[in-house]
């Protein structure tokens, strides 16, 4: 079974998002900011991150250079509001592996996590 990390500061999405990710078989947790998932990450390893830009504290971006820098290799999908090319750009630089506006398509967002977790 694969395991999915969301990393979100709106708790009502992750709720809602993880419901929704384990009722189709993944293993899924929450956390609610950067901070947190690195932590989290610390401690645990997952096999994808479905990743916020816009969080306060530590942003997306910060979190895609630190897991860089520890060479964390979960796979990771960008989930965000802030639809601009510009951003899909910088986070596919900093590694990500997708990019997915919210509010998002349940059938879409599974069939994009399929596929990333399939690439090796």
């Known amino acids: 079974m694969n395991s999915i990390l969301i990393v ?8 809602a998002l ?5 009722e189709v078989g993944y293993y899924t947790e929450y956390v609610n900011g950067g901070d947190d ?8 390893a997952v096999d994808l991150i ?18 860089q820098q520890k060479k964390i290799t979960s796979k990771v999908i960008v989930l965000t509001a802030y639809t ?19 509010p998002y398509d349940l059938e879409e967002l599974l069939l994009t996590i399929k596929n990333v977790l399939q690439k090796d």
Request: charged share 40%.
């Open 18 to 22: 993880k419901d929704e990710l384990v």
């Open 37 to 44: 998932a690195l932590e989290y990450l610390a401690n645990k």
């Open 50 to 67: 479905l990743l916020d830009l816009k969080m306060p504290k530590k942003d997306g971006f910060e979190v895609l250079q630190e897991l």
């Open 8 to 15: 979100d500061d709106d708790i009502n999405l992750c709720k």
């Open 84 to 102: 601009d090319v510009k951003s899909a750009i910088d986070s596919a630089r900093m590694g990500a592996n997708d990019f997915i506006s919210k």
